[in-house]
């Protein structure tokens, strides 16, 4: 079965650069979702989009902005870069329409600002 | 708002024996209570969730957990630990459609 897809899978950066990751949600999913794992840490929700339209924000950065296209997949864009960003991001998709909404995860995309 | 408390950072049993991972939750409004696995430098994969269906809920792997309402818990068990059971183990809560909120998760280590 289809899963979610995330890419990169690993990105470096510098301080006070971009990166951009990326998403592509389940077939027929319509809903994602952005976390942000930090080391040893417990993943933080950011940011969530339903049908193209933001759905629910949590402890996302204002350098941090994300959106989500008319194909359903997912951008965030994070800019002036800190060290603190480094992180494994998460993109989890679900089908709103669903019995039990379970959102399902992509592998991940480590980010690592130097 | 909603939180989860899982007690216990790290989980230490033989081979064979009892996995015990215990979840409680804080939630306002009726809860979605999910078990998800994180294995070194990979995603998170789900293992089980409750939806307000049967209490007791199997999952993959010969994990379940039960939802106790009256405790405000949902315990991760499985019978008999097998190595390959170790890893890190996150309790989340959600009210439907909404953020996971996940607990500090615990990290399970199967002796030999």
């Known amino acids: 079965a289809a899963g979610v897809i995330q890419s990169p899978r690993h990105l470096i950066k510098e301080k006070r650069e971009t990166a951009t990751l990326k998403c592509y949600p389940i077939p027929r999913h319509d809903t994602v979702y952005w976390y942000q794992q930090g080391p040893g840490q417990d993943p933080q929700f950011l940011i969530s989009f339903y049908e193209k339209m933001q759905s629910d924000k949590g402890s996302i950065p204002d350098r941090f902005s994300a959106q989500q296209f008319s194909d359903y997949h997912s951008e965030l864009n994070m800019s002036s870069l800190e060290l603190g960003d480094s992180a494994l991001y998460f993109c989890?998709?679900?089908?709103?329409?669903?019995?039990?909404?379970?959102?399902?995860f992509g592998p991940g995309t480590r980010l690592t600002v130097l | 708002a909603q939180s989860v408390t899982q007690l216990g950072s790290h989980v230490s049993v033989s081979e064979g024996a009892l996995v015990l991972l215990r979840c409680n939750y804080s939630s306002s409004v009726p809860p979605y209570l999910f078990w998800y696995v994180q294995y070194p430098n990979q995603g998170l994969q789900l293992l089980l969730k409750y939806t307000s269906a049967a209490t007791l809920v199997k999952g993959i792997n010969g994990f379940e957990a039960e939802f106790k309402k009256s405790e405000t818990s949902f315990h991760l068990t499985k019978p008999s630990a097998h190595m390959s059971d170790a890893a890190e183990y996150f309790c989340?809560?959600?009210?439907?459609?909404?953020?996971?909120?996940f607990g500090a998760g615990t990290i399970l280590r199967v002796k030999s």
């Open positions: 989890a998709s679900t089908n709103s329409r669903g019995s039990t909404d379970t959102q399902y």
């Open positions: 989340a809560v959600s009210d439907r459609r909404n953020k996971l909120v």
